[in-house]
């Protein structure tokens, strides 16, 4: 028997293609979806922080059109950084000419000296930053965006990552972008697909009548990879012969047993980064044009604003508009929910978003405990121990949290297939 631990995109992606074989799929939420998932407030339907969908693979784009036919919006990516009062085109390094005319001498100058090699950098996210941007770009934006978000010092985290989600243009393309000449977009995310109704839940949901019955409501309390046997916290159990888990990989580990003392010690240094998403629903239409904005200064305690009416009308009411405000903080370190929403409220009208007679017509706040693994040096040194020695158990971890990776839902419907498909 296969056992599925988590109904979140991975894990129902890992049971649809399980087609022929045996399995059973447990999920200890009473709906499925995990992180992808939505909810109805007051007419407004939030989802659980911003969820866009980026295509890339042939196999995924038919996928999802037979899962959703004619159900997906195309969107072109409409985002921004604010910044000194002013709105600049994402990615900020490619869009200088936005600035105010001092900021973007400066940092068009630094990042020609730094592509001239004349910045020396390590191998740790901080040093890469100043290599590949120069102070102007790295103190104005990518440092305090980054320390915002990650909340760890940026010495600490390593590079596996950067290549794919940070945008690095040439040096030609940095000075038509300061001139604001030949402009073009970059970034994997250019475009994407956000189902038409219903938030980013429709996805999870669409898996279900392909698959067999999703056990709600069982949560995993401990796993005994000796005997294979998994003991949830209603005092049932259930045995397999392989085992596939979208859990995150700190809570797995810290539920298998007998496991060897550097593999215990493991789950305790896998760092990761938490996020409040407090939503709001507002009486007025047009709040914003954007998809999203980025904020990368003190003076905001959010990092991120998502515009979730601009990605489908039937999210808001007619006459409204919907917010989803995001807020980093490291797990041992919540922050307390009305201090952050009056800070949240007075900064959204500091930078112009809200209106003081703004009317909030709902409001909706998720905590996020895992929202984004922290690539630092002891992952990069012993992910891959702890991948082998979960797969020489029978154990095969897939998706963002279960592989403790910085991916995208298209990623985690193909790891539950390859992981499906490869297993006799």
């Known amino acids: 028997m296969i056992v ?3 109904a979140g995109i991975a894990g129902l992606s890992a049971a649809f293609h399980l087609k022929g074989k045996e399995y059973e799929i447990f999920e200890k939420e009473k ?12 007419g407004f339907t939030f989802d659980y922080t911003g969820h866009l969908l980026h295509l890339s693979q042939p196999y995924t784009q038919k996928l999802l059109d037979d899962l959703l036919p004619d159900l997906l919006i195309r969107h072109r990516r409409n985002s921004a950084i604010y910044i000194q009062g002013t709105y600049v085109p994402f990615p900020f390094q490619a869009n200088l000419w936005a600035l105010p005319k001092e900021l973007n001498k400066e940092c068009l100058i630094e ?3 730094a592509s001239c090699g004349e910045v020396r950098g390590g191998d740790d996210f901080l040093s890469w930053i100043y290599q590949a941007f120069g102070s102007g770009i790295a103190e104005h934006f990518m440092i305090p965006y980054n320390e915002k978000l990650w909340r760890v010092p940026l010495d600490e985290i390593s590079l596996e990552w950067v290549e794919r989600f940070v945008p690095c243009p040439t040096l030609e393309e940095v000075i038509d972008g300061a001139l604001g000449v030949n402009l073009k977009g970059f970034g994997y995310n250019q475009e994407f697909l956000y189902p038409r109704r219903g938030g980013i839940q429709v996805l999870p949901q669409a898996f279900l009548p392909e698959i067999k019955e999703v056990h709600l409501g069982k949560e995993a309390k401990s796993i005994d990879i000796e005997k294979r046997v998994v003991q949830f916290h209603d005092g ?5 012969s392989t085992l596939i888990s979208s859990l995150p990989l700190n809570d797995l580990l810290q539920r298998l047993g007998p496991l060897p003392k550097e593999i215990k010690d493991a789950q305790i240094r896998l760092r990761y980064v938490s996020v409040l998403n407090l939503n709001l629903g507002v009486r007025r239409e047009g709040v914003s044009d954007y998809h999203w904005v980025y904020y990368p200064e003190p003076a905001y305690p ?3 604003v998502g515009f979730l009416g601009n990605l489908s009308p039937h999210m808001a009411p007619q006459g409204t508009s919907s917010l989803s405000v995001e807020i980093s903080y490291l797990p041992t370190k919540p922050p307390a929910l009305e201090e952050v929403r009056e800070a949240t409220l007075a900064a959204l009208i500091a930078c112009g978003v809200l209106r003081n007679d703004d009317e909030i017509l709902a409001e909706n706040a998720i905590w996020i405990n895992h929202a984004y693994v922290i690539y630092d040096h002891f992952r ?4 891959p121990q702890i991948i082998e020695f979960l797969r020489s158990h029978y154990i095969y971890p897939v998706g963002r949290y279960g592989r403790w990776e910085y991916t995208a839902m298209e990623e985690a419907i193909l790891q539950g297939k390859a992981v499906a498909e490869g297993l006799s």
Request: charge should be neutral; include cysteine.
């Open 302 to 304: 959010f990092y991120r």
């Open 4 to 6: 599925v631990l988590g």
């Open 31 to 42: 709906e499925v979806g995990g992180l992808c998932r939505s909810v109805i407030e007051d």
């Open 380 to 383: 990069s040194r012993h992910l």
């Open 236 to 240: 049932n159990e259930t045995s397999y």
């Open 111 to 113: 990042f020609i000296r």
